[in-house]
């Protein structure tokens, strides 16, 4: 089975400061993995993905992340965050083959400061 | 275009009623889920359905059934509610290849059951 730890529940950062979320996972097989944000009061949306290719994966909103398989980590980074980023990131995991049965890390709430 | 819409947003139950969630796309996707969504704990996966006349179980299936109406609606039930099953429901779908396309999410369905 797959799992999926988001190291941080709750991210506090300033305006225009660099910021890195932590996921890890654990699976036996290959995996697909994912990064999706949920703004207040509203269902989630994908930031980035990564299913092959370059470990560094660029996603919307400048946020980009990197796989390491040998550390099993997907951290996401944005050097610059505004107050609009503001919101609940959650990583997540899929096997490579059938239907996309994501397994969701607990979540981290990032709060931009002014 | 819509996209996923659920209905209702809001609802109360008491212990041991029953209710239908609907959740409905307008992309022409092949496959559909459902998700609970419970603080601290991420989302975890009820029911998916890979393709229009199919459904299987996810994660925690245990006190609801799903139908599959046609291709674009896909209905979520709760026999006999119970307290546990309080929680924020989200529908989502996605089309392509199933391992690797984005699900879309809706916009959720906040359940409470005294």
């Known amino acids: 089975a797959q799992s999926v730890t988001q190291l941080d529940s709750q991210v506090p950062v300033f305006e225009e400061a660099p910021v890195e979320l932590r996921c890890n996972y654990s699976?036996?097989?290959?995996?697909?993995l994912f990064w999706y944000v949920q703004y207040p009061n509203q269902g989630l949306q994908l930031l980035l993905k990564?299913?092959?290719?370059?470990?560094l994966v660029k996603g919307i909103n400048g946020f980009e992340a990197e796989f390491n398989k040998s550390q099993t980590s997907f951290h996401l980074r944005k050097p610059s965050v505004h107050i609009s980023d503001t919101a609940e990131y959650f990583c997540a995991v899929s096997l490579l083959r059938g239907a996309q049965k994501l397994v969701f890390g607990q979540g981290t709430r990032l709060t931009i400061n002014p | 275009n819509a996209g996923v819409t659920q209905t209702p947003k809001f609802q109360v139950l008491k212990t041991g009623q029953s209710m239908t969630l609907q959740c409905a796309q307008d992309?022409?996707?092949?496959?559909m889920y459902w998700y609970r969504q419970d603080p601290g704990m991420g989302l975890r996966l009820i029911y998916y359905s890979a393709s229009e006349g199919t459904t299987d179980k996810g994660e925690v299936p245990n006190g609801y059934n799903v139908s599959r109406l046609n291709k674009r609606e896909f209905s979520l039930r709760l026999e006999s509610a119970a307290p546990s099953q309080t929680s924020v429901y989200f529908c989502a779908s996605s089309g392509g290849r199933p391992s690797t396309d984005t699900q879309y999410f809706g916009p959720g369905t906040r359940l409470t059951v005294l």
């Open positions: 699976s036996s097989v290959s995996v697909y």
């Open positions: 990564y299913l092959s290719g370059s470990t």
């Open positions: 992309m022409n996707h092949n496959s």
